[in-house]
Nanobody, 131 residues
Framework: QVQLVESGGGLVQAGGSLRLSCAAS????????MGWFRQAPGQEREFVAA????????YYAGSVKGRFSISRDNAKNTVNLQMNSLKPEDTAVYYC????????????????????????WGQGTQVTVSS
């Protein structure tokens, strides 16, 4: 079992940056594909980014590509989401999650992008972007 705890959320002005972190428990962190999702008020949770077990492959939702960057440190059991050029529409609760699905391609076609493909979830961290 994996326990995930997010941190780093907060209030930022449009155009600013935030760095989210997710700390995972357990000794099998490197066995999981990791992902970030977000859920805005009144909306369904949506995929943001995923990173392969090794960290060699990443995949992003179109709405954040070029602005967000996902990374992981398997020695420290952490996965991060660097968010730049933030927009008010990025306001949401951000969740990290782990998936047993393999994700190998550099194109990201096999990246897990749905809730059902992820097994464990953190409690979420609030990100608010003011205009």
């Amino acid at each position: 079992q994996v326990q995930l705890v997010e941190s780093g959320g907060g209030l930022v002005q449009a155009g600013g940056s935030l760095r989210l972190s997710c700390a995972a428990s357990g000794r099998t962190f490197s066995s999981y594909t990791m992902g970030w999702f977000r859920q805005a008020p009144g909306q369904e949770r949506e995929f943001v980014a995923a990173i392969s077990r090794s960290g060699m492959s990443t995949y992003y939702a179109g709405s954040v590509k070029g602005r967000f960057s996902i990374s992981r440190d398997n020695a420290k059991n952490t996965v991060n989401l660097q968010m730049n050029s933030l927009k008010p529409e990025d306001t949401a609760v951000y969740y990290c999650a782990s998936s047993a699905r393999l994700f190998l391609s550099s194109s990201g076609y096999d990246a897990p992008q749905t809730d059902a493909e992820y097994n464990y979830w953190g409690q979420g961290t609030q990100v608010t972007v003011s205009s």
